[in-house]
């Protein structure tokens, strides 16, 4: 089942309001539409305040909250965010509890079996009671704030527009109370994003189906991280891990088998993954930037840090701004922080503080294991003995429909995935795991660090009032899920790299095989977690010697112990950073943004290398021409590279679809780094079986005719995209960015429905392994942007206000509201605007201020 998203499925639930719809519009006049624009000027009660806060929001709507209290600034900001983006943080809430089906009916009710049987709500519901007490507060007292808000509407209209359009269809809906379990449930979600290597070790399984596709054909697919070329994150000389506690077993005499009747666990597994909608970000071109450069080597005499997380783009964006501000600071009012988090999360995840600035990029961190189970009735074979499986029923509400009841069935590992896929049956196929082979059905169980309970809570109020490497260290420690890559600057000219996270020790499944690459035999328990990696034993520096720190989701270190992942970036955009930096004398904040706005694609020369010896026809050649003296840059404007830009990519996508025709539609060549490795080691070896063209028989292609075929073929398709001259070409018309709202946005709904949530169109630079990484599919139908930085920052240490940011769209979630996507243009063209965080340079930037006052109290 291929990957579907969220949107597309919610769709179906709205197709039958066309008619409904084209009558409805003509009742959204200004007034309608306005109907849930947030005030933002003058006076408003607020219950729970205690005392006055101030909302001063900028010429593009970011709000400054000022309070004198911890409580009452979360109160606020939590009244701030529904006012913002409320339907947004409602529609999280019911996905990540498994709820979507009482908000939209039928739509979502794939998508509740799976985390339902996942149970990401029931650990939030764990890790309330263990957190600490004052992030309970502040937890509380943002959902106290969002409450408030609640509580000031008619009806659910009065919040979000989107809900009088889904009220067409799923009549009578009624808006639930907000509480901290709906904020830290959302903490799931993103860690079930961010995390790696699942879809590869299921992908595996699935290839060695009836051994139709050979380990070492497989084993190509996922060649190791070049370190000869690309370095990652620490070298050797920053950090040397101590070995307690963090070995890794390797197996000794575990031999290969082929599991019979396991082939349809996996193919329901797959299917109940490809139900889990992508909230913020899945595959090649999910990872980050960010980088950290000391004083000595900046404009400014202190440190510079850049960070833009490159995450699923659509709107409203994934980051709404604050900042805020105790009035006065102290231990009982410790805040003093802004940046960028989630609607629907108090506090800020990505930002700065007084003293510190810290970002993330993903890590792609190896955290869940596949377990093919073998099942009998209600019991599991472990370790020779049948084990009772534990059992749990769950009714699933359906607007509009019937309640459905699921029984979810666990093992010591996890929960049955496979079992969340019913229509899916099991059959007598064979796929490859570790261990030997016995009689019996199966089913695949998942392990994954975020489904027992953790603190990640705690750490993002620990980072937001951290003033030092060791308070920055200590809050790191408990930020368990998601296991990202933390960078750090403070004002006193220091800079730092963390990996926080629970990494699981594990038994290798093979001499020599990457832990966790394959499915391991739940039976027997040789081949169970062993426990976590000691946060000291995970890779850290402060102060290296060379001056700056990249991470841009490449290795982070050559050392195999501790082990964190297999599933890195293939480290061209850190390389291309690392070339920039080095090759400036000293780094400015404008020299900064210029980085994170690179186009230059650094593995192009290797293809293009090849792609001129092959010989065409005069027709092709036209095109071909394109590619000399091409230095790789994908710029979307009318120049020449960006008519090269268009070629290549084309001739990229063509020659991954020959090459890797034999893959199923949902483990196609995408086209990130990881292809960009296969195809050059491939290029070394043209009779490698994969260059074969399997449609032609009697026929056995090498390198030589697929490199041609794919030229020929990005040349006659360009002539009939873009025209026949291929001077004229241009990589942003074929490079566009469409933002879709998520429930209302894609094609399934009415046209005038659509042009009300949606903006589009957007051509853009950059592409695949680029740090202007705005990632697309090559497997798909076009070059459509499908994943993009979701936001920039670069922080000046030396002078906080003259730090800089940019949103994806706009800070509000109201469609025609003017901070909807004031921030498009600017963030298209990296143009990232100031960023107030000093008192003087907040009032100098307000445009409105809001008042928010206990109730009662008199006008002031």
């Known amino acids: 089942m291929p990957r579907a998203h969220l949107a597309r499925r919610i769709a179906l639930s709205v197709v039958v309001l066309v008619v409904v719809a084209l009558v409805a519009l003509t009742i959204l006049a200004v007034s309608t539409v306005r109907r849930p624009f947030p005030e933002t000027g003058g006076q408003l009660e607020v219950d729970g305040l205690t005392g006055r806060v101030t909302v001063s929001r900028d010429a593009r709507g970011v709000p400054t909250i000022a309070a004198d209290t911890a409580n009452d600034l979360f109160r606020a900001q939590g009244y701030v965010s529904a006012q913002d983006r409320f339907f947004e943080m409602d529609l999280r809430r019911h996905i990540t509890a498994g709820r979507l089906s009482e908000l939209v009916g039928e739509a979502g009710l794939e998508t509740d079996r799976v985390i339902r049987t996942m149970g990401w709500r029931r650990v939030a519901e764990q890790e309330l009671p263990r957190l600490a007490p004052e992030t309970r507060q502040y937890l509380q007292a943002y959902a106290d704030g969002v409450n408030a808000y609640i509580k000031q509407a008619d009806s659910p209209a009065d919040l979000a527009l989107e809900y009088q359009v889904l009220d067409w269809s799923v009549p009578g809906y009624r808006v639930e109370p907000w509480t901290p379990v709906d904020s830290l449930a959302w903490l799931k979600a993103m860690a079930w994003d961010l995390k790696a290597d699942y879809d590869d070790e299921l992908a595996r399984a699935r290839l060695s189906r009836g051994g139709r596709t050979s380990q070492k054909q497989i084993e190509l697919l996922y060649p190791p991280y070049p370190f000869d070329r690309n370095q990652p994150i620490l070298s050797d000389q920053d950090w040397g891990p101590s070995a307690a506690g963090s070995e890794d077993q390797a197996a000794t005499a575990t031999p290969t088998a082929l599991l019979k009747h396991g082939q349809s666990a996996f193919e329901a597994t797959a299917a109940a993954l490809a139900a889990i909608p992508t909230l913020i970000g899945q595959g090649d071109g999910i990872g980050s930037n960010s980088w950290v450069v000391s004083g000595d080597r900046t404009t400014t005499g202190r440190p510079l840090l850049a960070n833009d997380p490159h995450l699923t783009l659509g709107i409203p964006s994934i980051w709404t701004q604050v900042n805020l501000q105790c009035r006065t600071v102290s231990s009982q009012c410790p805040f003093q922080v802004s940046g960028f ?33 073998q099942v009998d009735g209600d019991t599991y074979l472990r370790d020779g003995v049948q084990e009772p499986l534990e059992t749990r029923r769950e009714t699933i509400k359906v607007a509009g429909g019937t309640d459905v009841e699921i029984l979810v069935r666990s093992t010591v590992h996890g929960p049955i995935l496979s079992d969340a896929m019913p229509a899916v049956a099991e059959s007598g196929d064979q796929s490859a795991v570790r261990g030997l082979a016995q009689s019996n059905r199966y089913a695949v169980s998942l392990a994954w660090t975020a489904l027992s309970p953790t603190r990640t809570a705690d750490a993002i109020f620990g980072l937001n009032t951290a003033g030092s490497w060791e308070d920055f260290r200590e809050a790191a420690a408990l930020f368990a899920v998601p296991a990202q890559n933390l960078i750090y600057a403070d004002t006193a000219g220091h800079i730092g790299y963390q990996t926080p996270g629970l990494f699981p020790i594990r038994r290798s499944a093979t001499p020599g095989a990457v832990p966790g690459s394959w499915p391991a035999p739940g039976w027997d328990s040789q081949w169970d977690w062993r426990g976590f990696v000691d946060f000291e034993d995970l890779p850290h520096v402060l ?87 091409w230095d790789g840059s994908q710029p979307a404007d009318k120049t020449r590279d960006s008519a090269s830009a268009a070629y290549y990519n084309a001739v990229w996508k063509h020659l991954l679809e020959y090459t890797f025709d034999e893959l199923p539609p949902d483990m196609a060549a995408s086209g990130g780094s990881r292809w960009m490795i296969v195809l050059e080691q491939l290029l070394k070896d043209p009779k490698n079986a994969w260059w074969d063209d399997k449609t032609t028989p009697g026929v056995t292609e090498g390198s030589g005719e697929i490199l041609k075929r794919a030229l020929v073929d990005a040349r006659l398709d360009l002539a009939r995209k873009l025209g026949k001259v291929p001077a004229t070409w241009r990589w942003g018309r074929l490079h566009q960015l469409n933002l879709q709202h998520r429930v209302l946005g894609t094609e399934s709904v009415p046209q005038v429905i659509r042009d009300i949530f949606n903006r589009g169109g957007i051509e853009m630079g950059g592409g695949n392994g680029i740090v202007n990484a705005t990632s697309w599919d090559a497997s798909s139908s076009g070059y459509e942007v499908t994943a993009g930085p979701s936001m920039r920052m670069v922080v000046d ?58 109730p009662g109290q008199p006008a002031g």
Request: charge should be negative; proline fraction near 5%.
């Open 341 to 373: 988090s989630f609607s629907g999360v108090p506090g800020v995840v990505i930002g700065h503080n007084a003293k510190i600035a810290w970002g993330f990029t993903n890590l792609g961190a190896d955290v869940t294991d596949f377990y093919l189970e």
């Open 543 to 629: 102060d290296p010697e060379e001056g700056f720190i990249v991470t841009a989701n490449q290795a982070v270190t050559a050392r195999q112990r501790p082990f964190l992942t297999a599933v890195w970036d293939y480290g061209f955009r850190a390389e291309r950073i690392r070339t920039l930096l080095a090759g400036s004398a000293k780094v400015s904040v404008e020299r900064m943004v210029q980085i994170q706005g690179d186009n230059r694609n650094t593995f192009a020369p290797v293809l293009v290398e090849h792609l001129l010896g092959v010989e065409v026809d005069d027709f092709t050649a036209q095109a071909q021409l394109l590619l000399r003296d």
């Open 797 to 854: 240490l030396a002078d906080l206000d003259r730090s800089v940011w940019v949103n994806a769209t706009g800070q509000s979630g109201h469609a025609y509201n003017p901070h909807y996507a004031d921030q498009i243009d600017a963030w298209a063209a990296n143009e990232p605007f100031p960023w107030p965080f000093s008192a003087a340079a907040v009032s100098a930037a307000t445009d409105t201020e809001l008042t928010l006052v206990p």
